[in-house]
């Protein structure tokens, strides 16, 4: 690991083994590490320990804060908390965002839509859109066929594929009931599910009863560098149905290998999916989401050019250089805001950090 990065243990949360989450006791013992670098600004990244965490350390230190606001929580929260009553766990998490958020010096939002969210929410303090950026990897020629074979799918069966946190927000259930269709019009098609979560067992039993079995795979979690590229790689179409993402990371790692997106065009994947060439907006109908596909996949030519404009449009738009500028720009004017004229200019990344 690069030595100007330190990370903090972590553990998995009892209830969703996939998400870490780090301890107090671990982070003191970096305190006094941390005051030694002399930082100009903390960015904080998520809004449990590490923000508490974060904010504590910038009002000893007298510094600023910028946190990304990762996450619609008001979309997510009645799911894990069937307890609270939806009304109520939606007025939760709107009030928590806005608290959390004007604690801060700034906010960086990963989409316009989501922006719009918070200003609806009464955040008060500047918000600047920044996407997650990709990184030169992600564009990295990979093997088509490796894949396959391993998980006995012909070289010449169309393959369609799903990438993405298997929760039931994700709305996977709708791809399943789309899928469907297609399956029925040409059963030579294969639907790929890429990812674990608590909604796992579920979308099981849902191919199950839906007669899927030999078309639909499921294959848990994939490393990120080199066998989820080649996922995506051996892939011939991207298809999501999500409603509640704040960007869409997994559309723009699909598009930087070549992968076109058939997706809906809800919250912050408008701002991914608006007048892209490498991507459909489908309509929120399984019967119609099916009918775009099957036709897309039947015109080999458009797919083919379809596909180099994705990449294009990925490579212009997200990579990471043109993101890490907007960030520079951004760190720069809330230290200068902040008045914190300093000689060192080193970032602190408050981040939950699985080690």
């Not at 972590?10 to 982070?27: G, V």
């Amino acid at each position: 690991m690069d030595k100007t990065v330190t990370t903090i243990k972590s553990k998995p949360i009892f209830f969703d083994p996939e998400d870490h989450l780090m301890s107090w006791s671990e982070l003191n013992k970096k305190t006094e590490w941390i005051k030694k670098q002399k930082f100009d600004l903390i960015h904080i990244q998520t809004p449990f320990i590490a923000h508490y965490y974060g904010k504590k350390l910038a009002k000893n230190l007298n510094i600023p804060i910028v946190e990304t606001y990762h996450t619609s929580f008001e979309d997510y929260l009645h799911l894990y908390m069937p307890i609270l009553p939806e009304s109520f766990a939606r007025w939760l998490s709107r009030n928590i965002a806005k608290y959390l958020c004007n604690h801060c010096n700034g906010i960086i939002s990963p989409s316009e839509q989501l922006k719009e969210t918070l200003k609806n929410y009464r955040v008060t303090k500047p918000i600047k859109v920044v996407p997650t950026g990709l990184p030169d990897k992600s564009f990295k020629k990979t093997d088509r066929y490796t894949f396959r074979k391993l998980y006995n799918i012909s070289p010449t069966d169309p393959l369609l594929l799903f990438v993405g946190r298997v929760a039931h927000e994700k709305n996977i259930d709708f791809l399943l009931h789309a899928f469907k269709y297609i399956a029925k019009e040409n059963k030579s098609i294969k639907f790929l599910i890429t990812g674990e979560g608590p909604a796992f067992e579920h979308i099981q039993k849902l191919i199950k009863d839906l007669n899927l079995e030999h078309s639909v795979i499921l294959t848990g979690y994939l490393e990120a560098d080199h066998e989820l590229l080649n996922c995506y790689a051996s892939s011939d179409l991207f298809i999501f149905s999500s409603k509640t993402e704040t960007q869409g990371l997994v559309l723009i790692e699909a598009m930087a290998q070549g992968l076109p997106v058939v997706a809906l065009a809800e919250n912050g994947t408008k701002s991914i999916l608006e007048n892209n060439p490498g991507a459909i907006i489908a309509k929120d109908d399984p019967k119609k989401f099916a009918k775009t596909c099957l036709t897309l996949l039947n015109n080999k030519k458009k797919l083919s050019q379809m596909s180099m404009k994705a990449k294009k449009e990925a490579k212009q738009k997200w990579g990471s250089v043109a993101q890490t500028e907007k960030l520079i720009v951004l760190y720069e004017e809330v230290v200068h805001d902040f008045s914190a004229d300093k000689p060192n200019n080193k970032l602190l990344a408050a981040n939950e950090i699985t080690n």
